[in-house]
């Protein structure tokens, strides 16, 4: 028997006692039964696997995710006996969620294979950015947070004429605005280049406002160092960067791939909402398509978010 499957089997305390020829238990045999419907070793292992959950913890776990699976299955239980598995809005779910799931399981299978970067294509890379590495610059700040709603124009003109954080903290006080202090620490490695050159050119003090969402920050700069990270440091971040990269690569190629062999007719574009007519036979014109969804930006997502670095500076 799997060591993980036992670990998970006596966690549950439903190990069954195995026949006369001391034979192993099939990995679908079932851990409990709800109402008559098996919650099998299979699912469990699913779900550890799903939780990241560490060998070492998988006996403590392991029980507390069974009952979660019996809670699931009552629940479904109930649902179907209320026939709400056949509400249009849950089948319409349902269908999506298959179709993503379908999607990104092909998507995975053309990118799963890329052949991880050489130790020469991590070092070279390396040398070619040493704004990233050896002169990697470390940013030091201070932050008053507020909700987005406050950040009026009368607010910016008080951060623009203000010698401090505290300053301004002073004047939000006397408005009863309500913020929280806080503390951050950014590199070069973390920002876009054009950010980072910008906070580089900064001096200690100076303010600036972050917008990020419902969230906005009034940022003080309270000091600029040198923080490099060697070759062996940066190898690791490097090599990542570099996968998430060629598998951005091989999913937009495959998805223009798709395209190009497929019959696309954009079909009453103008009954997208809040679509004009011009709006409308742009978005439909094939020089420009529609962004691709789904798989491409789950695969893409870490490039993107390094060659985007923080967003909304202002």
């Not at 089997?9 to 045999?29: F, R, T």
């Not at 003090?205 to 917008?211: A, E, M, P």
């Amino acid at each position: 028997m799997n060591t993980n499957i036992l670990a998970l089997m006596l966690a549950a305390g439903l190990l069954v006692a195995c026949s006369k020829n001391d034979a192993p238990a099939k990995p679908g045999q079932a851990l409990a039964s709800v109402n008559g419907k098996e919650i099998t070793v299979l699912q469990l292992n699913e779900e550890l696997q799903r939780a990241n959950v560490q060998a070492a913890q998988q006996q403590g776990a392991g029980k507390q995710l069974l009952e979660a699976l019996i809670d699931r299955q009552l629940l479904q239980n109930e649902a179907a006996r209320e026939k709400l598995d056949r509400d249009p809005k849950v089948v319409q779910a349902i269908e999506r969620a298959k179709s993503l799931i379908v999607a990104q399981a092909y998507m995975q299978k053309k990118i799963g294979g890329i052949d991880k970067p050489g130790a020469a294509e991590v070092s070279e890379y390396y040398g070619k950015h040493p704004e990233f590495f050896a002169r990697r610059k470390q940013f030091d700040m201070q932050q008053l947070i507020i909700d987005t709603s406050e950040l009026s124009d009368e607010l910016k003109l008080a951060a623009d004429k203000a010698r401090t954080l505290d300053d301004v903290a002073g004047w939000l006080d006397a408005r009863r605005i309500k913020y929280v202090r806080g503390e951050a620490s950014r590199t070069t490695s973390d920002l876009a280049p054009e950010l980072a050159a910008r906070l580089a050119s900064m001096t200690p003090g100076r303010l600036f406002v972050v917008k990020e969402g419902a969230r906005s920050m009034l940022v003080s700069i309270t000091g600029i160092k040198d923080s490099p990270a060697s070759l062996a440091l940066a190898a690791p971040q490097i090599e990542k960067f570099l996968m998430t990269k060629r598998g951005k690569e091989a999913a937009d190629a495959e998805l223009a791939r798709l395209r190009a062999g497929a019959r696309i007719e954009y079909l009453n574009l103008a009954a997208l909402p809040g679509a004009s007519q011009a709006s409308a036979a742009a978005a439909g014109s094939p020089a420009s398509p529609a962004s691709p969804a789904g798989p491409t930006r789950s695969a893409a997502a870490g490039y993107e978010a390094t060659a985007r670095g923080v967003a909304g500076l202002k």
